[in-house]
């Protein structure tokens, strides 16, 4: 989620509450509204300092006339470059930590920003989670700098709480996803190393914080890293830091995420988009647990931590077209575990769809408006949509429904969202290459049930689930249609609509 829309409501299970931790000044320079907003009800939280400009002028003043200890910059401002408003922090104080914000990230904007002296960079969007690692890591920078021990800022920052918030609960009754739950909190008790693997969406983050909620190093931090974010060098940078004057505007030592995680877990998203340089590198560390930084000579911390990684590749395949290296594969998956996809998984999508519903509604109406609710037919177009962007895309959609509900009332299927993609090509001629192995027959009767299935999906999605309408759409009748949603499993209770009734 972005920060700009969580940040708010994710303190309480943050480390907001740690009272030993030392306050920051921030600034905060973006010329998005909510990501200001959101940024500072997380500084806030936190017990820091927070300013908040949307102009670059108003930015170029405040830092002439003050000391902030973090800035976080957009890096396209509208009036003033960001790269202007770096120069001038560097100018006036050196000792401010300045974190480049940026949504199109490239290789030569990140290297000209940490030659200009940029401490950090922040991909947008980006998580409470990211946030909060981050800010933990300033703090770890500026008592190193203070000559205080870091220990203080690293234990403050590390704190969290159980597992009270609803970002990383775990909802379904459907076999497979239960077992996938039952298999990581078996795991999470041990220190294996464990890699998840699945389609894109379908929780693989918050399976690997329920892992480290669930471990012995519950009272540590668990540090996101996104393989696929960040360009080789900017990765190597960001997981195993750097030591002054390893390359131009290397002014000062920085710590990397893995020495951040020490005593906790390291979760490694996208793990097949990491090169196979960075992969032999990370190996040593699997296997001797030494972190060496960028530009040293020699080791400069002995971590202790537990790995947990994601793809959503098919890992086997991965290791075979030599994407993963086959040693760093072994040393990872200890324990393999496999999220089904939204789409097999239907009978999870009314509890899912009614909890994300009642946290946005709590979010954006509070309790003093009556909860909405969704109507049997509505359901039934949430169960039949294919779900692509999988749990990920089902919380999009019913947060635009959450926005826009009326207070008590039902939620119509035309209250659903539709988009072009939903349903996807149902005129695709095309034969898979399995196919062709199959006879005639049968793989004419299962390409027909391939276009019953999407054509019928796509039908009473578009028609908002009125099966009236429906079947006047299709040229067929009534039971016709109900017959052939029944062989596709496309299922729809006996209550119509009001519409259907009259119809």
Known sequence: MPVGSEVATSSSSSVGQIADRPRLNVLVVDDDRALREGCASFCTAQGFGVTTTGSGNEALVLVSRRRFDVVLLDLYMSQVPGMEILKAIQATNKGTLVVMMTGNPSVETNLQAVQLGAWDYLLKPFTPAHLDVLMGRALQALDAARGATTERGTAATAARAAANSDLVTCIGVSAAFRAAVTLARRTAVTDASVMLSGESGTGKEVLAEVIHRHSHRASKRMVPVNCAALPDALLESEMFGHRKGAF??????????????????????????MSQRLQAKLLRVLQDGVVRRLGSEHQDAVVDVRFVSATNQDPHEAVRNSVLREDLFYRLRVVLIKLPPLRERVEDIPLLANHFLAHYWGRYRGTRDALPRFSAATMDVLRSRPWRGNVRELQNVVEHVAVLAEPGHAIRPDDIPVYDDDTGPVGDTAVPLQLLEDRYYSARDTLMGNFEYAYLSRLISRSGGNMSKAARTAGLDRTTLYRLLGRHSLRREDQAEPDEQSA
């Open 248 to 273: 131009t505007g290397a002014d000062r030592d920085k710590p990397g995420l893995l020495e951040m995680a020490n005593g906790g877990t390291l979760f490694l998203d996208e793990l097949t988009e």
